[in-house]
Structures are given as C-alpha cells and as structure tokens.
C-alpha cells in the first residue's frame, strides 16, 4: 500500500511538472510573439497623437470609441460591439487663472505688492468661478488645521498644503492618503465660507506640472471653485505666506453640460467549453482633458487589445469566454464599468475573474489580488511562471476602478497589473502625460505578463 501511494504522489508530481514545463514554453512563446510583432507601441502612438485627450463627452472620446472597436476587431475577437451607457459631460471652459499679490512693504500709508501667475489647472468637475474673484490666501496643511482655523475661513482661498508622503515605497499609497483634499477639500472649506479652494497637486514629482483629477461637491454646500497648482509654485506660495501676506485673483469656467451617449468597447473570444463563464480583461479609454493620457489609461487600452491580438496569433482556444473591455468614463464617473457589471448582473452571467491594467506601462512588478484566500494561494504557485517577465510580486489587494462594480455586484475575484509605480505620479492627470514619456519595451512586457495570466486563469480556473 505504501508504494501504492508512493508511486501515486511521484506520477503526480511527474504531471505538475510536465504541466508546468508546457505552460513555461507557452507563455514564453506568447512572450516571443509580443517582443517581436506587438502593435500595442503603434496602437497607443495613434490614439494620443491623432486622437490625444478624451475625456468623457468630448468630440474627441466619440473618435476613441470609434478608433477602439476598429482596433478590436483589427485583434480578431469573435466578435466585437459598443455597449452603450450615458456619461458626464464636464468641460473646462477656458484658461484657468491663480494669479497671487504677495505684500511687499508698506509703510503705513501706501502698499507695495508683487504679482505672479501660478500654475494651476481647474480640478474636474468642479464649478467655475463666474468670473474673477479676489480673496486672501489661508494654508492649512490637513483638515485637522481646517478645523482648527475654521473661524478664519470666511472669505478666504483655503490652501490645501498636504504632501504626498516620500515613505510610502508605494506610491499608490501616497495618492490614496492624499486625494482626499482633491476630492472632499472644496466642500470642507465651503462649509465655512471659503470662496475658493486651490490644492498641492497629488504628485511628488520634481517640475511644475499642475495634476487635475475628479472631485465632487457635497450638495448641502456652495458650489466654490477649485483648482490644483505645480509643486515648485506650492512651495514658492508656501513659503510667501509664512513671511507675508497673500491675496489672489482666481479664474476658472468649468461647467457640466448634459449627459450625453458613451460606449464601452467590447471584443470577445468564446469559451469552447465554458462558454457562460466570464474572464475580463480591460482599461478605461477616456483621459484628462490636461493631456494625451498616454500611461493613464492609454497603455492599460492598447495592453488589452495585444493580449487578444496575441492569443489569436496563437491560435488558442480559450476555454472560458474572454472579453477585452475598454471602459468608458473611469475618470470622472466611472459609468463604464458600472454598466458592464449592471448588464452582467441583469443577465445572469457568471463571471469567474477580472483584471485592469490602469497603472501606467511601466517596468512590470506583478498582481494584486482581491478573492478568497484559496484563490490567491492559487495565483501564487504561478509566481514561477510569471517571474521571468517581471511579475514577479503577487500581493494581496488590487483590482481597479471600473472592475470593481463585478466585485461588489457579483462577487468576482478582481486583479490589478502592477507596473513599477516610482514614476507614475510625475505624469498623472498631467500634461506631461504624452506619448514620449512611455518607453515600448516596458508597455510589451506589461502585455506579455497580462497574457500569461489570462492564459492561466482560463487553462486552470480558479
């Protein structure tokens, strides 16, 4: 009996590791076909420089859509459509203006002030100022120092002066302790009578660029104008008011306009066993008006359009159903991607596994997964596999914005591509985000590990 069970667990063995060996050769033949004959590099020139920013509504977001199921279908899905859902339609409206007078001398009698113009960039979705207004300057480093001060708020510009945390290894870290003053800021200072708002972009890059990004009002609260500012200007606007005082001329014209029609991309390769079951694999197509939003989300868009082109370039036959989505709306609504969950939920579908490349096409480093632990083990044994490609960190927690509606409606395990993230902050929601700045060898390896790991959740399943 014991050699029964002896020879049991070596012919096992045997089978993992034969298994293992022809995945190996398969992923690295995947890996061969992208470095060699990959169009996502070409794919992603195209849509920043003939078609660049996109943001939702924008007669520019219609060219994207358009541009994307032609570059779908190019990949040779089964078949490729729109989905359809309303989006936002948020417009800047026009330069957006931070001009500072900083108190120079003054003798009693006549005041001598000094004038520079900051970089600013109006935050989306955020309430122009219907035309100039002109108030002191207040800084606060945290809401803690809001509240503390907030007697002194009424009819003041609040400063949000909170840096992003040079600790944090992980970046992502960073911007998720610091969005919140993006995000909450304008309405907290509203609420004690703030007339504007103006926030350190969330970055610690080394230039100027101001970052946009969403925020929301709270709706109890007047509406105030806001706007974020470069780094160097926040710290020159920083050290001007612990010397003197500051007032400000501030400018800015955005507005919504009514919803109007966006679409979801969809491809799909059909599952030959598992046809009802749903793997997807997707980024958001829309960008920031600032610039061509080339790592955010252009790379995670033309990743998943190689990860199907490749695929059918090897002639495989997925066993469950794959869809490539390229969501709709992420950055400021996130309308794309809570469609695809609702119309997946109306119709009953079974979706086993989702993952989003929306962290730039940089260096690979791994996974981060969101499932049970079972799961997650499951993912970890292919380490091995994935390391030789850069993924070689498989970690707990990940996912992204427009696949977390299959997670919260569905249940679906969700998993995020981790590309290095030292860089990603000196370029997000920036208009540095352009094409130059991402370099083809690091966005095809992205694609070659997104592969290998569709290729093993279909082939093993969860």
Request: with cysteine; hydrophobic share 40%.
């Amino acid at each position: 009996m014991k050699k029964l069970l002896t020879a049991a667990a070596l012919f096992s063995l045997t089978l993992t590791a034969t298994a293992q060996k022809e995945d190996s050769l398969f992923i690295r033949r995947m890996a061969d076909e992208i470095l060699v004959n990959s169009k996502a590099y070409e794919n992603l020139r195209v849509l920043t420089k003939q078609i660049g920013a996109r943001l939702a509504g924008s007669p520019q977001m219609v060219k994207a859509e358009q541009w994307g199921l032609k570059a779908m279908q190019a990949a040779g899905p089964d078949k490729a459509w729109f989905q359809q859902c309303m989006v936002p339609h948020w417009v800047r409206g026009g330069r957006d203006l931070f001009q500072a007078e900083r108190l120079v001398s003054s003798d009693g009698k006549n005041k001598k002030w000094s004038t520079s113009y900051l970089d600013v960039l109006a935050l989306g979705n955020s309430q122009g100022s219907n035309g100039a207004i002109r108030a002191q300057v207040m800084m606060v480093r945290d809401f803690a120092e809001l509240e503390a001060k907030k007697d002194s708020v009424k009819g003041k510009i609040v400063f949000y002066n909170y840096k992003f945390n040079p600790t944090f290894v992980r970046t992502f870290q960073a911007y998720s302790d610091a969005v919140a003053y993006r995000g909450q800021g304008p309405s907290r200072a509203a609420k004690y009578g703030a007339k504007g708002t103006i926030v350190r972009s969330m970055s610690h890059s080394t230039d100027n660029n101001p970052h946009t990004g969403g925020m929301s009002y709270a709706d109890s609260l007047p509406k105030i104008p806001a706007v974020a500012v470069g780094l160097k200007d926040a710290d020159w606007l920083d050290s001007t008011l612990g010397r003197t005082t500051v007032f400000a001329t501030m400018q800015t014209a955005g507005h919504f306009l009514p919803d109007t029609i966006g679409n979801n991309v969809i491809g799909e390769l059909r599952g030959t066993e598992f046809p009802n079951q749903y793997i997807t694999i997707g980024g958001h197509l829309d960008s920031w008006d600032a610039a061509e939003g080339a790592h955010d989300d252009g790379a995670g868009v033309v990743q998943t359009i190689e990860v199907l082109r490749v695929l059918k370039a090897m002639g495989y036959k997925p066993r469950h159903s794959i869809r490539f989505v390229l969501f709709a709306n992420e950055e400021n609504g996130t309308r794309g991607g809570r469609k695809y969950a609702e119309e997946a939920k109306a119709k009953g579908e079974q979706h086993i596994f989702a993952l989003e490349s929306d962290a730039g096409g940089f260096t690979p480093r791994g996974f981060g997964f969101t499932g049970p632990e079972a799961q997650y083990q499951k993912i970890l044994a292919w380490k091995d596999l994935l390391a030789p490609y850069g993924a070689s960190e498989i970690v707990r927690g990940g996912g992204g914005s427009d696949i977390a509606p299959l997670g919260r409606e569905l249940g679906t395990p969700l998993c995020g591509f981790l590309p290095d993230s030292q860089r990603y902050f000196d370029y997000h929601h920036a208009r540095n985000d352009i094409f130059e700045n991402v370099n083809k060898r690091e966005l095809e390896l992205g694609a070659v590990n997104m592969a290998a790991l569709i290729y093993l959740i279909d082939k093993y399943g969860l």
